[in-house]
T-cell receptor, first 114, second 107 residues
């Protein structure tokens, strides 16, 4: 158990809908990262937050957004969902925002868009 | 373009048969190289972080090494419970993951 929690475990929804995924980092970690893992793309970095502020952006679509709250939990919002958004979404956390910090991953949310 | 390439894609071993997994990378400024283990449908589990060429880390049957161009994950006398996908990730400005090596260890 990494100490990172994610809810829900599974999410099934329809095209065009909007969903919110939630992540709580390990105790003491200030950075939260979001990743998407699909069969054909592997693990892709989406976005990083550090202590409530956006720190780095990866391959995140404009339809996706995230935020980190004062209690350090984070939410990833996915809107206008398409079939291709079906994937595993992982959250990871690290102590700080330094390059080279070890990231600890949560168990993931499996999103299925029908 | 920065890349992370893992080989082989899949590896089948008999229990006790030692082998190595490779991760080669091309990035401009390496900040860290990470090895993770991932079981199907689960989150990646952290194994090692390496920061500079020549560094080595060990944990049970696993040993990770790093050169300027690649990293190896050596598995000594593997057991069936070592079966998993092993992911390598490299960080410069971004975190980039390789596609992984799917390891199967037969009893």
């Amino acid at each position: 158990d990494s100490g990172v929690t994610q809810t829900p475990k599974h999410l099934i929804t329809a095209t065009g809908q909007r969903v919110t995924l939630r992540c709580s980092p390990r105790s003491g970690d200030l950075s939260v990262y979001w990743y998407q893992q699909s069969l054909d793309q592997g693990l892709q970095f989406l976005i990083q937050y550090y202590n409530g502020e956006e720190r780095a952006k990866g391959n995140i679509l404009e339809r996706f957004s995230a935020q980190q709250f004062p209690d350090l939990h984070s939410e990833l919002n996915l809107s206008s969902l398409e079939l291709g958004d079906s994937a595993l979404y992982f959250c990871a956390s690290s102590v700080a925002a330094s390059r080279g910090d070890t990231q600890y991953f949560g168990p993931g949310t499996r999103l299925t868009v029908l | 373009e920065d890349q992370v390439t893992q080989s082989p894609e899949a590896l089948r071993l008999q229990e006790g048969e030692s082998s190595s997994l490779n991760c080669s990378y091309t990035v401009s400024g390496l900040r860290g190289l990470f090895w993770y283990r991932q079981d199907p449908g689960k989150g990646p589990e952290f194994l090692f972080t390496l920061y500079s060429a020549g560094e080595e880390k060990e944990k049970e049957r696993l040993k990770a090494t790093l050169t300027k161009k690649e990293s190896f994950l050596h598995i000594t006398a593997p057991k069936p419970e070592d079966s998993a996908t092993y992911l390598c990730a490299v960080q410069d400005n971004d975190m980039r993951f390789g596609a992984g090596t799917r390891l199967t260890v037969k009893p």
